[in-house]
């Protein structure tokens, strides 16, 4: 499997669902927030959280 964020071929982890290397799990998890890359990454986790969270199903079987 490939990693979704670098798209190398190495050890890969599962992280909301989606697979990615234990290289960029340790850099994201250092990055600063002062960092220039910290916006970046704050992206990506918001849009693997997106694929991870479903929409919300109707419990009213009238609608």
Sequence with gaps: MYCKICGNDRVI???LGQSICKE???EITRTSVFD???DLY???IRIL???YISEKHQLNPVN
């Design 49 to 51: 959280l997106g694929y």
């Design 36 to 38: 220039e890359t910290y």
């Design 24 to 26: 960029c799990i340790d």
């Design 13 to 15: 982890t599962n992280l």
């Design 42 to 44: 704050k992206n990506l």
